[in-house]
């Protein structure tokens, strides 16, 4: 790893904030879902005039479950919608897909779509993975038990078996809605990644946001514990 280099590689975001943007407007939180899902969409729409090889976005936790049965169909519905209106777009701009967590828990169908559009994205060259259905401490759980099995448990080998296994390491992690927490995402990855808190609810965040805070990296000094 160049430790010069003040171009962050990997950006991974924490997409809070839309049943508060939705509640502050007295709209459905539904809605304020729906505004979140233009926000990603504009967002990787920008990725081409950044140096980002990889966006990780966090997109449905293993903890989300317990939110109320119609919330979670309609983000269910979103994803849905969201693979069927822009896996084109993905393919013309030479995105590849990616997916963190356990999916394949996910819906029957939502899977099917899914492994359709990692096939078909299989050779872009620029990233953007999604976690859905993940959560850190499950994450490295699994991969603990993967390393045990293959004999050795070390950094190297657990590192291996993690979801995220061969994306770059992670350079900067956004947080948006005001929030100061992690929440469970990407608790070994985030080791020396800088991190950014944003007072800004997610149906707001646009590209302009995602440009101050890579300047805000480049001009940050990463010394991974040393002097």
């Not at 990407?186 to 101050?212: G, I």
Request: net charge negative.
């Amino acid at each position: 790893m160049d430790r010069g280099d003040n171009q962050a590689r990997h950006v991974a975001i924490i997409m809070d904030g839309n049943g508060r943007w939705a509640k502050r407007r007295g709209l459905p939180r539904a809605l304020g879902h729906r505004r979140g899902v233009e926000a990603v969409r504009n967002l990787v729409r920008s990725l081409e005039d950044t140096g980002i090889e990889c966006l990780t976005l966090y997109a449905f936790s293993s903890e989300n479950w317990k939110r109320p049965e119609d919330e979670v169909d309609d983000l269910m519905n979103l994803m849905r919608k969201f693979i069927r209106s822009d896996l084109p777009e993905f393919i013309e701009n030479g995105v590849r897909l990616k997916i963190v967590g356990d999916w394949q828990a996910l819906a029957p169908d939502i899977v099917e779509m899914l492994e359709d559009a990692l096939e078909r994205t299989a050779d872009g060259q620029r990233t953007v993975a999604v976690a859905l259905n993940y959560g850190a401490q499950q994450e490295i759980v699994h991969a603990a038990r993967a390393a045990a099995a293959e004999g050795e448990i070390s950094e190297r080998t657990l590192e291996r078996h993690l979801f995220t296994a061969g994306l770059p390491p992670l350079d900067l992690l956004i947080r948006t809605s005001g929030e100061v927490r992690l929440s469970n995402f990407l608790l070994w990855q985030a080791a020396y990644a800088e991190m950014l808190f944003l007072d800004v609810l997610w149906p707001d965040f646009t590209p302009d946001h995602l440009k101050q805070a890579l300047g805000q990296f480049a001009s940050r000094d990463r010394r991974y514990g040393g002097r």
